[in-house]
């Protein structure tokens, strides 16, 4: 447990806290959708998987002390109003990277769909072999080639 | 006008989709002119573009979706890059699909019942991602179309029998692993250099000098495996076989040739333009020459597989799980030649593949077989049909003028170049494995005896027109035009290397 002492939470979990936690949930996710029998863990785990990619790309637009990305009132008035240079006005250490959150939204989409899909075809697939246990599917289709 | 054929090669089919699902489930005839109209107006824009970018003196266009200007330097909005191989991958793309549409006239009515505007929506949907994945210049612009690819690729393949909605569910499991990697790499890519546009993103590593950086090649190794996945490279082929040869026979004719193919076309773009051939291969050599070797694997393994298939469709799809082997092989082998060759054999195996499939397809409908001992005789009861599948096959083993011939001509002789002697001795082992599989069914088709002749399934809506060959003329012609178009690419293969030959930026 030596390399668990003070100094290395500090140095390297702490401040890279996000990071570990998408790794790990990725990991998390990674092992359902290969290991897990059942179709809808399996799907669960795609979430987990996907949700974990979401959670890098939104810290990673995070910059200490800053705020929401939304320009305040005073700023557009100062732009719009008096005409000065948006330069001058806006200070980017002030905002939050939008970008990779706006990013996320069409992954989120994405991601949805995915698994609305897989929803769809896991029912399909319910439907005809009567479980969503792949075990059992694969002993269904052992015997017959084509069908 | 002229400036936005690339943006209408994507139009015209994403329009087409919505028309179609517009007219709904009853007018199947207005359905399927919609689709033809909108797939052969892109397949004109196509060839336009193959014209413009011959023209241009730079040899690549460039177009801002909806007119966004660059600030400082860098570019905001999505540009569209089309240089001569974009330009000649997405012909492929559009054209595959306009006469995928008229072999389909026929069989979807069978085969889809009342899915069939589900179909002719889905389809063009998927050829429009395929178009976008090929013609973008933004990373994350290029992840949500392989993504739409890949969702109307999904719902189409579990349009077919229950096994087919079993590997479509896998093919999701599989598709989405390898998407999230690939996104999780420009994320990375992202973090360094703080843009997304691919020749942006390449001039700041060039000019901040951010090479030696971890992040860099964690983004380049989690970006190939992605790819790798998504294109079926051996050891991550496990979804393929199954999801296209229990694919209904419309839907695997067009896929097969097409996704695995593109994907190779994305792994070159990031290879040579968003890392640049000075990254990857000085990077590379350690692992570039396991790469290779993998793609030995690949090769040796798909022709086995092929070897001991006795389905037909089967055998065809560990026959694609080869062919990606030889073009990553070509691409890593880290020489001109080798990455010509790689991108003359997209276009040739689209060429071979698409009319492979279309003869098994009819083969199948003729027969209602899967098996090889279908072919039996068949040169007798459908000679046109097996004319089809003996060019394919030909160019698949690799004899002139067929493309496959040629493919092989360039892969080999950058390998010998590089002087990599084994994955030359990979390429013509597979080859004569393809001899094998190929003549024993052609022999069998030959020579065998015809044991009664079956009657031609009767279509859903009343009687087909049943001519020679006892199939459709909208399914013999397409597959005469995917044999003719075998040889074209390989008779004018100089001419097509030469445009190729100048797409290849310096390494």
């Given at each position: 447990?030596?390399f668990?002492?003070?100094?290395?939470?500090?140095?390297?979990?702490?401040p890279?806290f996000?990071?570990?936690?998408?790794v790990?949930?990725?990991?998390?996710?990674l092992?359902?959708?290969?290991?897990?029998n059942?179709?809808i863990?399996?799907?669960i785990?795609?979430?987990?998987?996907?949700t974990?990619i979401?959670?890098f790309?939104v810290s990673i637009?995070?910059?200490?002390e800053?705020?929401i990305?939304?320009?305040?009132?005073?700023?557009?008035?100062?732009?719009?109003?008096?005409?000065?240079?948006s330069?001058?006005?806006?200070?980017k250490e002030?905002?939050?990277?939008?970008?990779?959150h706006?990013?996320?939204?069409?992954?989120?989409?994405?991601g949805?769909?995915t698994l609305?899909?897989?929803?769809a075809?896991s029912?399909?697939i319910?439907?005809?072999?009567?479980t969503l246990?792949?075990?059992?599917?694969?002993d269904?289709l052992?015997?017959?080639?084509h069908? | 006008?002229?400036e936005?054929f690339?943006?209408?090669?994507?139009?015209?089919?994403?329009?087409?989709?919505?028309l179609?699902?517009?007219l709904?489930?009853?007018?199947r005839t207005?359905?399927?002119?919609?689709?033809?109209?909108?797939?052969a107006a892109?397949?004109?824009?196509?060839?336009g573009?193959?014209?413009?970018?011959?023209a241009?003196?730079s040899?690549?266009?460039?177009?801002?979706?909806?007119?966004?200007q660059?600030?400082?330097?860098?570019?905001v909005?999505i540009?569209?890059?089309v240089?001569m191989?974009?330009?000649?991958?997405?012909?492929m793309?559009v054209?595959v699909?306009?006469?995928n549409i008229i072999f389909?006239?026929?069989?979807?009515?069978?085969e889809?019942k009342?899915?069939?505007?589900?179909?002719?929506?889905?389809?063009q949907?998927?050829?429009?991602?395929l178009?976008?994945i090929?013609m973008?210049?933004?990373?994350?612009n290029l992840?949500?179309?392989?993504?739409?690819?890949s969702l109307?690729?999904?719902?189409?393949i579990?349009m077919?029998?229950?096994?087919a909605?079993?590997?479509?569910?896998?093919y999701?499991?599989?598709?989405?692993?390898?998407?999230?990697?690939?996104l999780?790499?420009v994320g990375?890519?992202?973090?360094?250099?703080?843009?997304l546009?691919?020749?942006?993103?390449?001039?700041?590593?060039?000019?901040?000098?951010l090479?030696?950086?971890p992040?860099?090649?964690i983004?380049f190794?989690?970006?190939?495996?992605?790819?790798?996945t998504?294109?079926?490279?051996?050891p991550?082929?496990?979804?393929?076989?199954?999801a296209?040869?229990?694919?209904?026979?419309?839907v695997?004719?067009?896929?097969?040739?097409?996704?695995?193919?593109?994907?190779?076309?994305?792994m070159?773009?990031?290879?040579?333009?968003?890392?640049g051939g000075e990254?990857?291969?000085?990077s590379?050599h350690?692992?570039?020459?396991?790469i290779?070797?993998?793609?030995?694997?690949?090769?040796?393994?798909?022709?086995?597989?092929?070897l001991?298939c006795?389905?037909?469709?089967?055998?065809?799809?560990?026959?694609?799980?080869?062919?990606?082997?030889y073009m990553?092989?070509?691409?890593?082998?880290m020489?001109?030649?080798?990455i010509l060759?790689s991108?003359?054999?997209?276009?040739?195996?689209?060429?071979m593949?698409?009319?492979l499939?279309?003869?098994?397809s009819?083969?199948?409908?003729?027969?209602?077989?899967?098996r090889?001992?279908a072919f039996t005789?068949?040169?007798?009861?459908?000679?046109?049909?097996?004319?089809?599948?003996t060019v394919?096959?030909?160019?698949?083993i690799?004899?002139?003028?067929?493309?496959?011939f040629?493919?092989?001509?360039?892969?080999?002789?950058?390998?010998?170049?590089?002087?990599h002697?084994?994955?030359v001795?990979?390429l013509?082992f597979s080859?004569?494995?393809n001899?094998v599989i190929?003549f024993?069914?052609?022999e069998?088709a030959?020579?065998?005896?015809?044991?009664?002749?079956?009657?031609?399934?009767v279509?859903?809506?009343?009687?087909?027109?049943?001519v020679?060959?006892?199939?459709p003329?909208?399914?013999?012609l397409?597959?005469l035009?995917?044999a003719g178009?075998?040889?074209l690419v390989?008779i004018?293969?100089?001419?097509?290397?030469?445009w190729?030959r100048?797409?290849i930026?310096?390494?």
């Amino acid at each position: 447990m030596e390399f668990l002492a003070a100094g290395f939470i500090e140095e390297n979990i702490v401040p890279k806290f996000n990071y570990w936690v998408y790794v790990i949930l990725m990991m998390i996710g990674l092992f359902a959708m290969i290991t897990k029998n059942n179709l809808i863990k399996k799907l669960i785990g795609m979430a987990i998987f996907q949700t974990a990619i979401i959670l890098f790309y939104v810290s990673i637009g995070v910059k200490a002390e800053s705020g929401i990305p939304i320009l305040g009132h005073e700023q557009h008035h100062e732009i719009v109003e008096e005409g000065r240079a948006s330069s001058e006005v806006i200070k980017k250490e002030k905002f939050a990277n939008p970008l990779p959150h706006v990013l996320m939204l069409t992954a989120i989409v994405v991601g949805v769909s995915t698994l609305g899909l897989a929803l769809a075809i896991s029912q399909r697939i319910y439907g005809s072999f009567n479980t969503l246990e792949e075990d059992e599917i694969l002993d269904q289709l052992r015997p017959g080639g084509h069908d | 006008m002229t400036e936005h054929f690339s943006a209408l090669i994507l139009l015209m089919p994403l329009f087409g989709a919505l028309l179609v699902t517009l007219l709904g489930r009853e007018r199947r005839t207005a359905c399927w002119l919609t689709a033809l109209v909108c797939l052969a107006a892109s397949s004109a824009f196509a060839i336009g573009n193959i014209c413009q970018v011959l023209a241009s003196k730079s040899g690549d266009l460039r177009y801002r979706m909806g007119g966004w200007q660059e600030s400082a330097g860098y570019e905001v909005g999505i540009e569209l890059r089309v240089d001569m191989l974009a330009a000649l991958v997405v012909a492929m793309v559009v054209l595959v699909g306009f006469v995928n549409i008229i072999f389909a006239k026929t069989r979807v009515g069978s085969e889809m019942k009342d899915k069939v505007a589900f179909f002719y929506a889905l389809k063009q949907l998927l050829i429009v991602g395929l178009c976008g994945i090929v013609m973008t210049n933004d990373a994350f612009n290029l992840y949500v179309l392989i993504e739409i690819t890949s969702l109307t690729s999904y719902a189409l393949i579990a349009m077919g029998n229950r096994r087919a909605a079993l590997s479509s569910f896998n093919y999701i499991i599989m598709g989405t692993i390898g998407a999230s990697f690939y996104l999780l790499g420009v994320g990375y890519l992202y973090i360094k250099t703080g843009t997304l546009n691919i020749d942006d993103i390449s001039s700041v590593m060039q000019s901040g000098d951010l090479w030696a950086h971890p992040s860099i090649m964690i983004a380049f190794v989690l970006i190939m495996l992605g790819i790798w996945t998504k294109m079926a490279f051996f050891p991550l082929h496990g979804w393929l076989p199954n999801a296209y040869s229990y694919a209904p026979g419309v839907v695997g004719s067009f896929m097969a040739p097409l996704m695995t193919k593109v994907m190779v076309y994305v792994m070159l773009r990031v290879m040579l333009w968003l890392f640049g051939g000075e990254y990857v291969y000085s990077s590379g050599h350690i692992w570039g020459e396991l790469i290779i070797w993998m793609s030995i694997i690949a090769i040796i393994a798909g022709s086995f597989l092929a070897l001991a298939c006795t389905d037909i469709k089967k055998m065809l799809t560990y026959l694609i799980v080869a062919e990606v082997g030889y073009m990553v092989g070509g691409a890593w082998l880290m020489d001109g030649a080798g990455i010509l060759g790689s991108m003359y054999h997209i276009l040739s195996d689209a060429a071979m593949t698409f009319c492979l499939f279309l003869a098994a397809s009819i083969v199948i409908l003729r027969t209602g077989d899967h098996r090889l001992t279908a072919f039996t005789g068949l040169f007798r009861s459908m000679p046109l049909t097996m004319t089809g599948f003996t060019v394919g096959a030909l160019s698949m083993i690799g004899l002139p003028p067929t493309c496959g011939f040629f493919s092989k001509w360039y892969l080999i002789s950058g390998a010998i170049e590089v002087g990599h002697w084994s994955y030359v001795a990979a390429l013509l082992f597979s080859s004569l494995v393809n001899a094998v599989i190929f003549f024993r069914i052609i022999e069998r088709a030959y020579f065998g005896r015809i044991e009664g002749v079956e009657s031609l399934p009767v279509d859903a809506d009343g009687s087909p027109p049943v001519v020679l060959d006892r199939v459709p003329y909208s399914m013999l012609l397409p597959l005469l035009m995917a044999a003719g178009s075998v040889l074209l690419v390989g008779i004018y293969n100089e001419v097509l290397a030469g445009w190729l030959r100048a797409a290849i930026p310096s390494l």
